[in-house]
C-alpha cells in the first residue's frame, strides 16, 4: 500500500511565523504535489515537483515556496504566515504519466490555523 | 488554468435513491479523468478513473461514470446509494500544459444520505 504521511494532524501558528509542512511518501513516487482544500473551493493547486530538485509553481503559489531535496519528502514553507492561509493542506503523490494508473495518493492533510 | 465544474454543491438522499453527480470541464485536448472520494475523516481515495477506450468506467462500491467527449463531462452515477455513500466527491482533470501534465480538481460535492 501506498503511504503518504504528513508531519502534523493539526498545526497553529502566529502571524509572521515561519511554518514548514512535510510530507514524506514511501512509494519511490517521482511526482508530489501541495494542494490547499478549501469548502466550497475544493482542491487548489500550490506547488508541485515532478522530480528531486524540481518545482513548478501550481495555481495558487503566492506566499508559498517548496523543497524537494530527497525523492520521498517534499516540504511546503510559509515564509510569513498570515491568517488568509489558514486551511487544509494536502500532499499527494504518484508515477509520472506514462508510468502507471496516474492516480494521485492523498496523505491525511494538515490543518492549519493562523492566529 | 483549465476548470472543472461541479454542479452540485451538496446533495441530500434518502437510502436507494439513485445519484448522479455532474462534472464538466473545459480543456479541449485529451484528458484523463477522475472520480475521488473523501469520506468523513479519512484521506481522499480514488473512486474510479478514465484515460481511454470504454467512456463508461466502473468503480469501486457500485459507482460508474460515462465520459462524454462532446459534452465535456464525466458525471459520477450509483443506481442506489446507502448511508456509507455519506462522503464529499471531487472530479479531477488531468492535462498537458507547458511540458507538464498538471491536474485540476473541481469544487467538490457533498452527499449526504439519510437512512
Known amino acids: 500500500d501506498v503511504k503518504v504521511t504528513q508531519s502534523s494532524r493539526y498545526l497553529v501558528k502566529r502571524t509572521g511565523e515561519k511554518v514548514f509542512l512535510e510530507c514524506v511518501q514511501d512509494m519511490d513516487h517521482e511526482n508530489m504535489f501541495w494542494y490547499r482544500q478549501d469548502p466550497g473551493l475544493g482542491l487548489r493547486l500550490i506547488y508541485f515537483s515532478y522530480d528531486v530538485k524540481m518545482k513548478e509553481k501550481g495555481d495558487i503559489p503566492e506566499g508559498y515556496s517548496v523543497s524537494r531535496e530527497k525523492k520521498e519528502r517534499f516540504s511546503l514553507i510559509l515564509e510569513s504566515a498570515s491568517t488568509n492561509q489558514t486551511s487544509m493542506y494536502l500532499c499527494a503523490s504518484r508515477l509520472p504519466p506514462g508510468q502507471g494508473s496516474n492516480e494521485q495518493f492523498f496523505g491525511p492533510g494538515t490543518r492549519l490555523t493562523v492566529l | ?115
Open chain 2, 1 to 115: 488554468a483549465q476548470s472543472v465544474s461541479q454542479h452540485n454543491h451538496h446533495v441530500i438522499l434518502s437510502e436507494a435513491a439513485s445519484l448522479e453527480l455532474g462534472c464538466n470541464y473545459s480543456y479541449g485536448g485529451t484528458v484523463n479523468l477522475f472520480w475521488y472520494v473523501q469520506y468523513p475523516g479519512q484521506h481522499l481515495q480514488l473512486l474510479l478513473k478514465y484515460f481511454s477506450g470504454d467512456p463508461l468506467v466502473k468503480g469501486i462500491k457500485g459507482f460508474e461514470a460515462e465520459f462524454i467527449k462532446s459534452k465535456f463531462s464525466f458525471n459520477l452515477r450509483k443506481p442506489s446509494v446507502q448511508w456509507s455513500d455519506t462522503a464529499e466527491y471531487f472530479c479531477a482533470v488531468a492535462y498537458y500544459s507547458g511540458g507538464y501534465q498538471k491536474v485540476t480538481f473541481g469544487t467538490g460535492t457533498k452527499l449526504q444520505v439519510i437512512p
